[in-house]
């Protein structure tokens, strides 16, 4: 027991900034490259985290505090499915099995994925 019994904020802060940053050296582009690709695809979206807020209510209905704090959610998304499917091939991924029915027309689909 200590003040190491409860980081795991801690690792996903972590985790986050490992995929934010996950640049090599082995790529050849300088840091200020790689932070130029990352905002042109990446977008954050920051929204109240409305499961967390009805999990309180209900579970603690006579602690009016819990009610009234409300966590938020940050979300880092990737809005190009070219530069998503390059970062898994970096990262080693060998097989991708994709399944939509929005795929069609298959034309621009692909001229996404370049």
Known sequence: ????????GLHKFADVIQTVFNFGPSEGTSGVAAG?????FYKVHIHPD??????KQRT????????????????YW???????MHELVRQ?????LLTSGTL?????FAMEMQ
């Not at 130029?36 to 042109?40: E, P």
């Not at 409305?50 to 999990?55: S, T």
């Not at 069609?104 to 621009?108: A, L, M, N, T």
């Open 104 to 108: 069609s027309p298959v034309s621009s």
């Open 78 to 84: 990737c809005f190009s499915p070219g530069y998503s």
């Open 36 to 40: 130029h690709v990352v905002s042109k």
């Open 50 to 55: 409305g499961n967390n807020q009805k999990k």
């Open 1 to 8: 027991a200590g003040i190491f019994t409860n980081t795991s």
């Open 60 to 75: 603690d209905l006579w602690n009016s505090l819990s009610t009234k704090k409300q966590g938020k959610v940050l979300s």
């Open 92 to 96: 080693g991924v060998r097989t991708i």
